[in-house]
T-cell receptor, first 109, second 114 residues
């Protein structure tokens, strides 16, 4: 099993604060994706990172893929209540996806 | 354009009963997936189908069978349900097999096995 550990598991912050979510594994992946999931719905893709050391920005979200392609981070600047949700990372090897354990984020107005 | 649809939305089974979860996509995608989601464990891949006519085991295939009926439909069958199979089941699809391809998820089926 290629387990991806996410930390923290739960995060509750005030609107306007910054935060970072980590996704770590002992396995190397060809690419890594980050998803956000709302209650009662399926995950929705936020970003894909492919190259070791790659950094991608999506408005207030910054995603980084580790140099060794084993880990990744998601940084949110000036969090807003609309950012509330479950954040999942997924490592990809061939046609198989290995999802992380998830980080549940609550942004308090 | 409905995307990925799943039926039923909710199901309650007794131990030993069987059922089939249905999934269909209208995006002409080649690859389809079945996952289960349990608290604290993220999503775990049960089975996937890289193309019509092929299926492969994922991380947790025991107790399940799948059928890729055609390019649109991919069903998941529980032959003899167990309480350990209580979970939320998600179907997903994507166009190809490249690492950067977007995976689209259905709304999920919530299954309770008593």
């Amino acid at each position: 099993t290629q387990l991806l550990e996410q930390s923290p598991q739960f995060l509750s912050i005030q609107e306007g604060e910054n935060l970072t979510v980590y996704c770590n594994s002992s396995s190397v992946f060809s690419s890594l994706q980050w998803y956000r999931q709302e209650p009662g719905e399926g995950p929705v893709l936020l970003v894909t990172v492919v190259t070791g050391g790659e950094v991608k920005k999506l408005k207030r979200l910054t995603f980084q893929f580790g140099d060794a392609r084993k880990d990744s981070s998601l940084h949110i600047t000036a969090a807003q209540p609309g950012d509330t949700g479950l954040y999942l990372c997924a490592g990809i090897t061939g046609n198989q996806f290995y999802f992380g354990t998830g980080t549940s984020l609550t942004v308090i107005p | 354009n409905a995307g990925v649809t799943q039926t039923p939305k909710f199901q309650v089974l007794k131990t030993g009963q069987s059922m089939t979860l249905q999934c269909a996509q209208d995006m002409n995608h080649n690859s389809m997936y079945w996952y289960r989601q349990d608290p604290g464990m993220g999503l775990r891949l049960i089975y996937y189908s890289a193309s019509e006519g092929t299926t492969d085991k994922g991380e947790v295939p025991n107790g399940y069978n799948v059928s890729r009926l055609n390019k649109r439909e991919f069903s998941l069958r529980l032959e003899s349900a167990a309480p350990s199979q209580t979970s939320v089941y998600f179907c997903a699809s994507r166009k190809g097999q490249g690492g950067g391809e977007t995976q689209y998820f259905g709304p999920g089926t919530r299954l309770l096995v008593l």
